[in-house]
Structure formats: structure tokens, C-alpha cells
């Protein structure tokens, strides 16, 4: 559970955020949300698969940190071993909110930032400030907050993307068999990618109209990560190995 409140420099003008990686910081996490707009930057460090949303029934992007609940294998020495960190890992310990506001006697809806006060990062001691002396939102705070407006049109991407991938059938179910040096065998389940027989069956025109909507370079980033996989599996093996 998250205790979100809305951002203020009054009752916050002295929070500070730990901008450093570790489990006990909240990094132990086994996937992340990811969106279109992110997938070149991700698909040479991490296999992007989806899920569906077990009570909407949406589907949604995601990348694999680790092989099974709470384990993040790229949290190494306390250091993330990937030069891009995903944005939704990122952005902890702040989220997107909307306020109502009333302006010329209509009322409207804007976005706002919302901050987790439970979040371990959250404190008064160390970390980046989240405001200046007098008042103005600190450089680290104006950062997040361009991240978080990413994160949003990433998702009103992302929605469209997955539409697109639904309309054309292009999502299949998939079983990931992972066998570790160990002889340990796991099989995860849930997830979907690409169907590359299908995708290679679409004509010209759903072909060009993929393109145009930006969307089939982002399928191609899809089906490149899942050779990540393999390096995910040799650092559970390096760990295994080194205990």
C-alpha cells in the first residue's frame, strides 16, 4: 500500500529522496511497466513480454528483472547493472495524480505530483532536495516531473499500441522454460509476445498502416529483447554459483 499525497513546498519544503538502488529501497522488484516509447532504449538490456491484466482483461508491456517474485538480478553491489534503468522503476517514490480546478467558471482536471510518504526513500536526512530555499522546485524535482509526464504519454501510447497488436492478432501466449546450470528447472507462465507466424502472414496495407502509427519498429524491439533472456538465466547462474 502507498500513502500518496499531493506534492507541496510547505509541508515538504525539507523532504529529500534517496536517489540510490537496493532492495531495501523498494528495487526488488521482478518486472517493470514499460511503453512503446521506451523500448529501444530497453531491448538491449532486458526481454520485454506482456500480461493481462487478471481483472480488466488489458494487456500491458513489461520488462523482466529477475525469474521469479522479488528478484531483481540487475542489483548488483548496489548498483543498477544496466545503463537505463526503466522509467516506472525510476520514478519511485512519485505518481501521477489529477486535481479538479475551476477555471472561467468550468471546471477542468489537471495533472499533479503525488508522493508516496510510506516510500523508504522518502526522508529529511540525505538524498536529493525536492525544493529550494526559497520555495521553487529543485532540479531534481523538475526532472521527475518531465519523467512523469513521459510516463504518462507512454501509456496513452501503449494503449494504442496494444490495440493494434489485438486488432491484428498478433499476441500469443507464452511459456518461458528456464533451466538453471543446477538442474533447477522453473516455467513462467503468464506472459505474451509477439506471434511471428502471424506477423509474417499480415498483407502491404496492415503492414504500412503498423508503420505509420510507429508501431511496428516497436514490435521488432519486442521479439529482439527475448534474447535478454539468456543473459537474465547466466546471472542466476553467476549467483548460484558464487553462494
Known amino acids: 500500500m502507498t500513502n500518496a499525497v499531493l506534492l507541496n513546498n510547505v509541508e515538504h519544503r525539507d523532504l529529500r529522496v534517496i536517489t540510490e538502488r537496493s532492495a531495501d529501497l523498494g528495487d526488488d522488484a ?12 530497453l531491448q538491449g538490456h532486458y ?67 503525488h ?19 526559497y520555495g521553487g522546485n529543485s532540479p531534481f524535482l523538475d526532472g521527475m516531473s518531465d519523467l512523469l509526464e513521459a510516463i504518462h504519454q507512454g501509456i496513452e501510447q501503449s494503449e494504442k499500441f496494444v ?20 538442474g533447477e528447472t522453473n516455467q513462467l507462465k503468464g506472459f505474451y509476445t509477439i506471434d511471428e507466424e502471424r506477423l509474417r502472414a499480415l498483407n502491404a496495407e496492415d503492414l504500412t498502416e503498423l ?16 534474447s535478454q533472456m539468456r543473459s537474465l538465466i547466466n546471472e542466476k547462474n553467476r549467483r548460484i554459483a558464487a553462494e
Open 30 to 41: 521482478w518486472y517493470a511497466l514499460t511503453f512503446p516509447l521506451e523500448f529501444r532504449a
Open 47 to 113: 526481454p520485454i513480454f506482456f500480461q493481462k491484466d487478471a481483472s480488466s482483461g488489458a494487456f500491458f508491456p513489461l520488462v523482466l528483472l529477475g525469474l521469479q517474485p522479488g528478484e531483481n538480478l540487475f542489483l548488483r553491489d548496489g548498483k543498477w547493472a544496466a545503463p537505463h534503468i526503466p522509467l516506472t522503476i525510476r520514478r519511485e517514490p512519485f505518481l501521477i495524480g489529477r486535481q479538479n480546478f475551476v477555471e472561467d467558471g468550468v471546471q477542468k482536471t489537471r495533472r499533479v505530483i
Open 115 to 133: 508522493i508516496d510518504m510510506d516510500s523508504p526513500r522518502v526522508n529529511r536526512e540525505r538524498g536529493e532536495p525536492l525544493f529550494l530555499e
Open 163 to 182: 490495440r493494434a497488436l489485438q486488432i491484428h492478432g498478433l499476441l500469443e501466449s507464452v511459456a518461458l522454460d528456464v533451466t538453471l546450470d543446477n
Open 211 to 226: 508503420h505509420r502509427a510507429g508501431f511496428l519498429e516497436a514490435i521488432y524491439m519486442v521479439l529482439a529483447s527475448q
